[in-house]
């Protein structure tokens, strides 16, 4: 059944519950077009999880955010606001695994050198066994892994690496998110795009080889959204967390929040959130019903913080990051943030490197003290022998949660309960990563908010099937009609 909408009219006010990406990419559009809007964002500045740290005039990303989309709204609305003030950065990332370095995507030769021939051959007979008898259930991620590059390689690059970033074994984690960040790819595929007779297809997600880059980060583009939103007359307000959202007669009717002021109400006509779905479910007043109450307390998120090091070298290694395979060290993934824009360097005769840790809110790796954590990673980065400790000036540790929904095996049960009690509320929609409890980057989650807006202006698309299926979302009309806008 198509869910009812409530139409946007001339006067309407519209409250933003969150100021990341699909926030503000919904406050940006709403403004253009003469909205009143009011963006709501409970941290101290705005991006969400794109947002740019600054450490001691360090620019550093939470994470790292490439610029590529096949969405040509979300491409116009990059380049609306940043203009040029892009830089083109050249793919590099590999994997670190038993003391070697793997290039991602895999590489035919590379690969062969640095496991041997002997196991190269297992690899290989054990991708041949996966063609031929693939497992007929594709239920998690060992199993659709598994069946494209075989079990062997699995158990090698996929595995370790996989269960350190999720915290949960791989058969605990739903094959749509594998077919979500693999996109288009197989063994047979990497082997062949590695070839120098084959040209490697720009269709294919995973085989990017370049990307376009903020000159400062990710988070200059989201800055600038936040200005031209106030400048069309639209306010954000930052260390605003939403307390609980109030209805009545089936209508959301206002949103409590509270700030260091103390608490403020803010009522509308229109309520669109970015927050975190559980937070969602659990700030409505009067609650659901239990059913969707105990479905968002079963949605599960893995949390993250990154330790910013300034290291005393002017080249470290040449990547924009690595995978860290290792499972004797606990960091997942490191950037290398000079080589994604040198402007996020202020001192060209040193580099800045994010060790990114991946863990649950409240475990012992989240409450180790700031400088525990610096400590940590220094010594990590010599263990890999990547920097010796004297090579490290100064570090800040950045924590992040709910970075990542986690896909396990109930997660799509307790969204659908969820979205078919908020499909009855016409006038709040949810958008975004964390809105949607879905695996997005940051161009799906802003066609979420696109797709919002064009809703509320009488389109009918359906945003929880944005970045659902198998293949990448560029072929699906996505532009409002021509009347409309």
């Not at 309407?12 to 969150?18: A, E, H, K, L």
């Not at 509320?456 to 659902?468: F, K, L, P, Q, R």
Request: glycine content about 8%; proline content about 6%.
């Amino acid at each position: 059944m198509q869910r009812i909408i409530t139409p946007l009219r001339p006067g309407d006010r519209v409250v933003i519950m969150g100021g990341g990406p699909a926030g503000l990419t919904a406050g940006y559009l709403l403004t253009e077009r003469g909205v009143d809007v009011t963006v709501l964002e409970a941290d101290d500045m705005v991006g969400g999880l794109a947002r740019t740290e600054e450490y001691r005039g360090y620019r550093f990303d939470i994470g790292g955010h490439r610029f590529f989309t096949k969405i040509r709204p979300v491409e116009d609305l990059w380049r609306a606001l940043l203009a040029e003030d892009f830089v083109t950065v050249p793919r590099l990332s590999r994997i670190y695994y038993n003391g070697k370095f793997f290039n991602y995507p895999l590489k035919a030769g590379n690969a062969l050198f640095g496991l041997g021939p002997w196991n190269s051959a297992l690899i290989l007979l054990s991708y041949l066994k996966a063609r031929l008898r693939p497992s007929p259930v594709e239920d998690n991620f060992e199993q659709w892994v598994t069946n494209r590059f075989g079990r062997r390689l699995y158990e090698v690059f996929f595995k370790t690496y996989t269960e350190k970033v999720w915290g949960i074994p791989c058969t605990e984690i739903r094959a749509e998110w594998a077919a979500q960040r693999i996109k288009g790819l197989s063994l047979l595929r990497a082997v062949l795009a590695a070839a120098p007779i084959q040209r490697r297809s720009s269709k294919i997600k995973t085989l990017i080889r370049e990307f376009q880059y903020p000159r400062l980060g990710p988070g200059q583009l989201w800055e600038q959204c936040r200005d031209r939103i106030l400048e069309s007359g639209g306010r954000v307000l930052l260390r605003h967390r939403v307390r609980s959202i109030e209805s009545s007669n089936g209508r959301a009717v206002a949103v409590q929040v509270t700030t260091p002021q103390g608490e403020r109400q803010f009522e509308a006509d229109h309520f669109i959130s970015s927050i975190p779905l559980r937070s969602l479910i659990r700030a409505m007043t009067p609650p659901p019903q239990v059913a969707v109450r105990v479905a968002a307390d079963g949605l599960r998120y893995r949390d993250f913080l990154v330790v910013a090091l300034i290291v005393n070298e002017e080249s470290v290694f040449p990547d924009n990051w690595i995978y860290i395979h290792e499972p004797e060290v606990q960091v997942g993934r490191i950037q290398n943030y000079k080589n994604w824009s040198p402007a996020l360097v202020p001192d060209s005769s040193t580099t800045c490197l994010g060790l990114e840790y991946f863990c649950f809110e409240g475990d012992s790796l989240w409450e180790k003290e700031d400088s525990a954590l610096v400590a940590l990673a220094t010594r990590e980065l010599d263990e890999l022998d990547l920097v010796a400790p004297e090579k490290v000036l100064d570090g800040v540790v950045v924590r992040m949660p709910k970075a990542y929904p986690i896909y396990d095996s109930e997660y799509g049960g307790h969204v659908n309960r969820i979205r078919g009690y908020l499909d009855s509320i016409p006038n709040l929609h949810p958008v975004g990563r964390n809105g949607l409890h879905k695996y997005n980057n940051q161009d799906h989650s802003m066609l979420t908010a696109m797709m919002t807006v064009w809703n509320m202006e009488g389109a009918a698309h359906d945003i929880w099937a944005v970045n659902t299926d198998y293949e990448y979302h560029e072929t699906q009309r996505l532009e409002p009609d021509e009347s409309r806008s």
